[in-house]
């Protein structure tokens, strides 16, 4: 069964950094682009980049590019979001999303986790 | 590319026929349109991709349909269960982009 298990909950400061993760498994973990999407609680949802896990390239949308980045860990098949310095407008759900077709850099995203809350407040 | 949905509401009772639009301001490439569905506290799941592909274990109902710039998702019979917000999405030109979604609600 194909699973991606995500962090807890974040509570954080404006200037902090963070890290979350994507813990994936049932599958075999470079053959599938990963995605991160953003979603600020009650609104819409917003593609922030992907990354191919087999060389760990990443693309990122250009509004995120620059604020957060995205990598990998073969040896723990996870996925990771970073940021270096924190915003209050950071403060939305996050969600790592698997591609449905193996290799493709294109591809809808079919197995997503459940989401991350991040709140970044003074 | 901007996605916008359109209704932006659509109030319907069980049995009824939905239909979402999906129009782009340029053209998708490859038709790489996909929709998904989300439900209040859940993650957002995946119907349809390359526009008119049901996603694994996808019930027959929800059928998409279109080309270019205008897409199309349709419920044929509302199910209790398929009342939350859709979405399109486009992949095919980066960066990747969501319609604002279309809440189907109960009428």
């Known amino acids: 069964e194909v699973q991606l298990v995500q962090s807890g909950a974040e509570v954080k400061k404006p200037g902090e950094s963070l890290k979350i993760s994507c813990k994936t498994s049932?599958?075999?973990?470079?053959?599938?682009?990963i995605s991160w999407v953003r979603q600020v609680p009650g609104k819409g949802l917003e593609w922030m980049g992907k990354?191919?896990?087999?060389?760990?390239?990443?693309m990122y949308n250009p509004s995120y590019e620059g604020h957060v980045s995205i990598s990998a860990d073969k040896s723990r098949t996870s996925a990771y979001l970073r940021w270096s310095s924190l915003k209050a407008s950071d403060s939305a759900i996050y969600y790592c999303?698997?591609?449905?077709?193996?290799?493709?850099?294109?591809?809808?995203?079919?197995?997503w986790g459940q989401g991350t809350l991040v709140t970044v407040s003074s | 590319i901007v996605l916008t949905q359109s209704p932006g509401t659509l109030s319907l009772s069980p049995g009824e026929r939905a239909t979402l639009s999906c129009r782009a301001s340029?053209?998708?490439?490859?038709?790489?349109l996909a929709w998904y569905q989300q439900k209040p506290g859940q993650a957002p799941r995946l119907l349809i991709y390359?526009?008119?592909s049901r996603a694994t274990d996808i019930p027959g109902r929800f059928s998409g349909s279109g080309s270019g710039t205008e897409f199309t998702l349709t419920i044929s019979r509302l199910e209790p269960e398929d009342f939350a917000v859709y979405y399109c999405?486009?992949?095919?030109?980066?960066?990747?982009?969501f319609g604002q979604g279309t809440k189907v609600e109960i009428k």
């Open positions: 999303a698997r591609h449905v077709h193996r290799g493709s850099a294109s591809s809808a995203s079919g197995f």
């Open positions: 049932g599958y075999d973990f470079t053959a599938y682009w």
């Open positions: 990354i191919d896990l087999t060389d760990s390239f990443t």
């Open positions: 340029q053209r998708v490439s490859s038709n790489y």
């Open positions: 390359v526009a008119s």
């Open positions: 999405q486009q992949y095919g030109t980066t960066p990747w982009t």
